[in-house]
C-alpha cells in the first residue's frame, strides 16, 4: 500500500471472528517476518483496524493515524524525509483460537506534498494591460524549461535556438505582442491602400497598440482551481458552502458519490455522479458474469455544510423474481452456479436549503444463478425536509431535464395519464416489452418487434399495430410545468393527434400475400417548449404544445426460397423529440431592412447609419457626456464656418469697417 488508507473484504460469516492487526517486522538475517498469533488486537502502533459487518461479507479497513506532512522547522509531529515510513503489517481473522485467514501488507508511504498550513496572503500583481501586454511569450508555457519553436523562452539557451532557429513560432503566439496595426503610417502597403491614407493614418510607438484595448482592467489575481479539477480537501470541515441544483454529491474521501445510471447511449455506466436535487429511475441488464459491486453503503456523505451523515440502510429480500429476472437459459440443476447479488437500490436524500439532512436507501437482495439475465433498478428521489409525503414540489415550477413528462387523462374520472416508450427486453419483442417514463429533454427512439404470419389480414395488422402504439400514450392533456394541478385545466395542454391514416379508405394490396400498405409502424412524438423566466438563476422551462403523428411503411413478408406457415417480423418504432423555440416570437424585420440590405451595418463594412457613431449611446472608447460636449462643439464650429462662409457676411464685415 501506498496511501494511509486500504480496504479489503473478508467472505463468509463473520459472527464470532476476532479481527486484528499486529506489526512484522523483518528479520535482518532471514529476510521472513515473524510468525502472528490471534492476541493481537485492533490498533497497533499508528494504525487502526476497523470492520464492517455484512451478510455474507465483511469489509475490514486499515488506516493511519499519524501526520504525513513534511517537517517544518519547530514541528515534531510530522515526516522528517520525504519516505516517511516502511512497515509491514499482518491482518488476522481467528475464531477461537483459530486462524482462519491471514493479510499481509507491506506499507511504503511518502510524506505529503500538499501544504495544509495558513495560506499566504501575497497575491500576484497583474499590470494594466490597457497599457502593457499581460505576457511579453505566450509560447512559454513550461516553468523552468525551453518550449520548442520558442524563441523568445528565457530558458531556452543560444545552443538550443540554434536546432529550431529556422521555425521559430510567428504573431502574438510567438512573442510579437505588439503587431504593427492597419492604421499605423508605417505600415502602409503598396496595393489595396486608398489615398487618403496619408491623410488619416496613425503615427505612435508600438507601445501604444490598439490591440491593448481587448483586455480588461486587472489589478490582483489569486490562485485558482482549474475547472476540471475536485478541490482538495485540506480540513474536514471546510469543503463545501452548500450545493447548488446539478451540482455532485461529495462523499468523505472528497470523491464523486455514484449510482449506475444510463448514459446518452443508453447504456448504464456504474460510475455515474448523482446530481443534487436531480431525481432519476434507471434500470440496468447485467447477468452474473458480468456483475459488479456499486460503491459501499458504509461510505459517509458530505452534507453541503462541511460535517459528514451515515446513510439508513434497510436490507430486503426479493420473494418475486419474476419481475426483475427476465431470461433463463435451460441449465442443469447441478452445474447452476448462484450467487447473493443486489436487484434493487432505492435512494431517498431529506434536504433543506444547501444542504442534505439525512439519507435513506433501501436494497433488495435477491439469488442470481448463471445463465439468467437481470434487471437491476436504481432510483433516487430527493425530498424536502418540509414535505410530508412523496408529492415534492421543488422551487422551480418548471420542468428539469431528465424528470418525467407529466401527463393526465382529462376524459376519464382518475385524471392520472402516463406517456412512455418501450423498453425492450431478451428477444425484443413487443409481448414482453416493458414499459418506460418520457423524460423532459432527452431526446429517445425506442421500438420492439411484433410477430406477423403471411396470411394477416392488412387491416387487422393495422389496427393492431395502432393500438400497441397507442397503449404507449394513455392521456389526452400533457402538464406545462412539472407541479401542473390536476383540477386546473389552465395547467395542461391537449395532445395533438394525426391520424395515420383514413379509415374510410380500403387500402389494399391485391390479392398478394404477404404485402400491406400504409402500415403505421412509427410513432412520432414532438414536444415543444421554451425558457419562460429563471428561479435563482436556473431556467424555468415549459411545455407548450405536443404532436403525435404516425409514419406509414410497406410490409413484406420475408422468406427464403419457398415461403411457408411461418413467422416474419414487423419491427415498431416510438421516438420523442423535444423542440426549443423562444418564448416570444421574435421582432419581424422591417420593410427598410428587407429591401434595403446595403444599409444594414451587419452583412455590409460601409454602414451610412453609424456615420455619426461617436455621438451615439454604442460607442463606449470615451463617456458620453465627453463625446456629447465634443459633438456639440464639432457642431457649433461647423456652423460659425457656414455663416463666415455665406456673402453677406463679408458684407456685414465691411461696413462695420467703414
Same mark, same amino acid.
Request: include cysteine; aromatic fraction near 10%; hydrophobic fraction near 35%.
Given at each position: 500500500?501506498?496511501g494511509?488508507r486500504?480496504?479489503?473484504?473478508?467472505?463468509?460469516?463473520?459472527?464470532?471472528?476476532n479481527?486484528s492487526?499486529?506489526?512484522?517486522p523483518?528479520?535482518?538475517?532471514?529476510g521472513k517476518?515473524q510468525?502472528?498469533?490471534?492476541?493481537?488486537?485492533?490498533r497497533?502502533?499508528?494504525?487502526?483496524?476497523?470492520?464492517?459487518?455484512?451478510?455474507?461479507?465483511?469489509?475490514?479497513?486499515?488506516?493511519?493515524?499519524?501526520?504525513?506532512?513534511?517537517c517544518?522547522?519547530?514541528?515534531?509531529?510530522?515526516?522528517?524525509?520525504?519516505?516517511?515510513?516502511v512497515?509491514?503489517?499482518?491482518?488476522?481473522?481467528?475464531?477461537?483460537s483459530?486462524m482462519?485467514?491471514?493479510?499481509?501488507?507491506?506499507?511504503?508511504?511518502?510524506?505529503?506534498?500538499?501544504?495544509?498550513?495558513?495560506?499566504?496572503?501575497?497575491a500576484?500583481?497583474?499590470?494594466n494591460?490597457?497599457?502593457?501586454?499581460?505576457?511579453?511569450?505566450?509560447?512559454?508555457?513550461?516553468?523552468?524549461?525551453?518550449?520548442?519553436?520558442?524563441?523568445?523562452?528565457?530558458?531556452c539557451?543560444?545552443?538550443?535556438?540554434?536546432?529550431?532557429?529556422?521555425?521559430?513560432?510567428?504573431?502574438v503566439?510567438?512573442?510579437?505582442?505588439?503587431?504593427?496595426?492597419?492604421?499605423?503610417c508605417?505600415s502602409?502597403?503598396?496595393?489595396y491602400?486608398?489615398?487618403?491614407?496619408?491623410?488619416l493614418?496613425?503615427?505612435?510607438?508600438?507601445?501604444?497598440?490598439?490591440?491593448?484595448?481587448?483586455?480588461?482592467?486587472?489589478?490582483?489575481?489569486?490562485?485558482r482551481?482549474?475547472?476540471?479539477?475536485?478541490?482538495?480537501?485540506?480540513?474536514?470541515?471546510k469543503?463545501?458552502?452548500?450545493?447548488?441544483?446539478?451540482d455532485?454529491i461529495?462523499?468523505?474521501?472528497?470523491?464523486?458519490?455514484?449510482?449506475p445510471?444510463?448514459?446518452?447511449?443508453?447504456?448504464?455506466?456504474g460510475?455515474?455522479?448523482?446530481?443534487?436535487?436531480?431525481?432519476?429511475?434507471v434500470?440496468?441488464?447485467?447477468?452474473?458474469?458480468?456483475?459488479?459491486?456499486?460503491?459501499?453503503?458504509?461510505?459517509?456523505?458530505?452534507?453541503?455544510?462541511?460535517?459528514?451523515?451515515?446513510?439508513?440502510?434497510?436490507?430486503?429480500?426479493?420473494?418475486?423474481?419474476?419481475?426483475?429476472?427476465?431470461?433463463?437459459?435451460s441449465?442443469?440443476t447441478?452445474?447452476?452456479?448462484?450467487?447473493?447479488?443486489?436487484?434493487?437500490?432505492?435512494?431517498?436524500? @431529506?434536504?433543506? /436549503?444547501?444542504?442534505?439532512e439525512?439519507?435513506n *436507501? $433501501?436494497?433488495? !437482495?435477491? %439469488? &442470481?444463478?448463471?445463465?439468467?439475465?437481470?434487471?437491476?433498478r436504481?432510483?433516487v428521489?430527493?425530498?424536502?425536509?418540509?414535505?410530508t409525503?412523496?408529492?415534492?414540489?421543488f422551487?422551480?415550477p418548471?420542468?428539469?431535464?431528465?424528470?418525467?413528462?407529466?401527463?393526465?387523462?382529462?376524459?376519464?374520472?382518475?385524471?392520472?395519464g402516463?406517456?412512455?416508450?418501450?423498453?425492450?427486453?431478451?428477444?425484443?419483442?413487443?409481448?414482453?416489452?416493458?414499459?418506460?417514463?418520457?423524460l423532459?429533454?432527452?431526446?429517445s427512439?425506442?421500438?420492439?418487434i411484433?410477430?406477423?404470419? @403471411?396470411?394477416? /389480414?392488412?387491416?387487422?395488422?393495422?389496427?393492431? *399495430? $395502432?393500438?400497441? !402504439?397507442? %397503449? &404507449?400514450?394513455?392521456?389526452?392533456?400533457?402538464?406545462?410545468?412539472?407541479?401542473?394541478?390536476?383540477?386546473?385545466?389552465?395547467?395542461?395542454?391537449?395532445?395533438?393527434?394525426?391520424?395515420?391514416?383514413?379509415?374510410?379508405t380500403?387500402?389494399?394490396s391485391?390479392?398478394?400475400?404477404?404485402?400491406c400498405?400504409?402500415?403505421?409502424?412509427?410513432?412520432?412524438?414532438?414536444?415543444?417548449?421554451?425558457?419562460?423566466g429563471?428561479?435563482?438563476g436556473?431556467p424555468?422551462?415549459?411545455?407548450?404544445?405536443?404532436?403525435i403523428?404516425?409514419?406509414?411503411?410497406?410490409w413484406?413478408?420475408?422468406?427464403?426460397?419457398?415461403?411457408?406457415?411461418?413467422?416474419s417480423?414487423?419491427?415498431?418504432?416510438? %421516438?420523442?423529440?423535444?423542440?426549443?423555440v423562444?418564448?416570444?416570437?421574435?421582432?419581424?424585420?422591417?420593410?427598410?431592412?428587407?429591401?434595403?440590405?446595403?444599409?444594414?451595418?451587419?452583412?455590409n463594412?460601409?454602414?451610412w447609419?453609424?456615420?455619426?457613431?461617436?455621438?451615439t449611446?454604442?460607442?463606449?472608447?470615451e463617456p458620453?457626456?465627453?463625446?456629447?460636449?465634443?459633438?456639440?462643439?464639432?457642431?457649433?464650429?461647423?456652423?460659425l464656418?457656414?455663416?463666415?462662409?455665406?456673402?453677406?457676411?463679408?458684407?456685414?464685415?465691411?461696413?462695420?469697417?467703414?
Amino acid at each position: 500500500m501506498s496511501g494511509p488508507r486500504v480496504n479489503s473484504f473478508f467472505l463468509g460469516n463473520s459472527s464470532g471472528v476476532n479481527f486484528s492487526i499486529i506489526l512484522s517486522p523483518i528479520d535482518e538475517e532471514t529476510g521472513k517476518s515473524q510468525l502472528a498469533n490471534c492476541s493481537g488486537s485492533k490498533r497497533a502502533g499508528d494504525w487502526n483496524l476497523n470492520v464492517t459487518p455484512g451478510m455474507n461479507t465483511s469489509k475490514v479497513t486499515i488506516s493511519l493515524t499519524r501526520n504525513l506532512q513534511l517537517c517544518l522547522p519547530n514541528a515534531t509531529d510530522c515526516c522528517t524525509t520525504p519516505l516517511c515510513m516502511v512497515e509491514t503489517l499482518q491482518v488476522l481473522a481467528c475464531r477461537d483460537s483459530v486462524m482462519l485467514a491471514h493479510l499481509l501488507i507491506q506499507a511504503e508511504i511518502y510524506a505529503s506534498s500538499s501544504f495544509t498550513g495558513n495560506v499566504s496572503e501575497n497575491a500576484t500583481i497583474i499590470p494594466n494591460q490597457v497599457f502593457q501586454p499581460l505576457g511579453s511569450c505566450p509560447c512559454d508555457l513550461t516553468a523552468g524549461a525551453c518550449d520548442v519553436r520558442c524563441c523568445c523562452d528565457p530558458e531556452c539557451t543560444s545552443d538550443l535556438k540554434q536546432l529550431f532557429n529556422e521555425s521559430c513560432f510567428t504573431g502574438v503566439f510567438g512573442g510579437d505582442v505588439n503587431p504593427p496595426f492597419d492604421q499605423l503610417c508605417s505600415s502602409q502597403s503598396m496595393e489595396y491602400t486608398p489615398d487618403w491614407f496619408p491623410f488619416l493614418c496613425v503615427q505612435s510607438s508600438l507601445n501604444n497598440t490598439p490591440f491593448l484595448g481587448y483586455f480588461y482592467h486587472g489589478s490582483t489575481s489569486t490562485p485558482r482551481v482549474p475547472l476540471f479539477k475536485i478541490p482538495s480537501q485540506t480540513s474536514p470541515g471546510k469543503l463545501l458552502t452548500g450545493y447548488r441544483q446539478g451540482d455532485p454529491i461529495m462523499t468523505e474521501e472528497n470523491e464523486y458519490f455514484t449510482i449506475p445510471q444510463q448514459s446518452m447511449a443508453g447504456q448504464c455506466v456504474g460510475n455515474a455522479p448523482v446530481a443534487y436535487l436531480q431525481n432519476f429511475d434507471v434500470k440496468c441488464l447485467t447477468n452474473l458474469a458480468s456483475y459488479k459491486e456499486g460503491l459501499p453503503h458504509d461510505v459517509r456523505i458530505n452534507t453541503g455544510a462541511g460535517d459528514f451523515i451515515q446513510q439508513n440502510v434497510i436490507y430486503r429480500t426479493i420473494t418475486n423474481m419474476g419481475k426483475f429476472i427476465t431470461e433463463s437459459e435451460s441449465l442443469h440443476t447441478a452445474e447452476v452456479l448462484c450467487q447473493n447479488v443486489t436487484f434493487a437500490e432505492h435512494y431517498t436524500f @431529506i434536504w433543506k /436549503d444547501k444542504n442534505i439532512e439525512q439519507i435513506n *436507501v $433501501t436494497v433488495f !437482495l435477491g %439469488s &442470481l444463478c448463471d445463465g439468467e439475465i437481470l434487471t437491476q433498478r436504481f432510483t433516487v428521489k430527493f425530498l424536502s425536509l418540509k414535505s410530508t409525503n412523496a408529492t415534492e414540489l421543488f422551487g422551480n415550477p418548471g420542468y428539469q431535464v431528465g424528470k418525467p413528462v407529466r401527463a393526465a387523462n382529462m376524459n376519464a374520472s382518475d385524471t392520472f395519464g402516463s406517456l412512455n416508450i418501450w423498453q425492450p427486453a431478451g428477444r425484443g419483442l413487443c409481448t414482453s416489452a416493458a414499459y418506460t417514463p418520457v423524460l423532459f429533454g432527452l431526446d429517445s427512439l425506442s421500438g420492439c418487434i411484433l410477430e406477423v404470419g @403471411i396470411n394477416e /389480414d392488412c387491416g387487422l395488422l393495422r389496427g393492431k *399495430v $395502432t393500438e400497441k !402504439l397507442n %397503449s &404507449l400514450i394513455q392521456a389526452t392533456h400533457i402538464g406545462k410545468r412539472d407541479n401542473s394541478s390536476y383540477s386546473d385545466l389552465n395547467d395542461w395542454v391537449e395532445i395533438i393527434r394525426l391520424d395515420p391514416f383514413n379509415s374510410d379508405t380500403n387500402v389494399s394490396s391485391g390479392n398478394l400475400k404477404g404485402i400491406c400498405l400504409d402500415i403505421p409502424a412509427n410513432l412520432n412524438i414532438r414536444i415543444i417548449f421554451a425558457d419562460v423566466g429563471a428561479v435563482q438563476g436556473i431556467p424555468q422551462q415549459e411545455i407548450l404544445a405536443v404532436q403525435i403523428s404516425y409514419s406509414t411503411v410497406i410490409w413484406q413478408f420475408q422468406c427464403g426460397l419457398i415461403c411457408e406457415n411461418s413467422i416474419s417480423f414487423l419491427p415498431i418504432t416510438a %421516438s420523442v423529440q423535444f423542440i426549443k423555440v423562444p418564448a416570444q416570437p421574435p421582432i419581424p424585420m422591417t420593410r427598410f431592412q428587407i429591401n434595403y440590405t446595403e444599409f444594414d451595418c451587419n452583412r455590409n463594412d460601409v454602414c451610412w447609419p453609424q456615420l455619426l457613431y461617436p455621438l451615439t449611446r454604442f460607442y463606449t472608447g470615451e463617456p458620453y457626456s465627453q463625446c456629447l460636449a465634443k459633438g456639440l462643439s464639432l457642431a457649433f464650429l461647423v456652423l460659425l464656418a457656414a455663416i463666415m462662409s455665406n456673402p453677406w457676411f463679408s458684407k456685414l464685415r465691411n461696413s462695420s469697417l467703414v
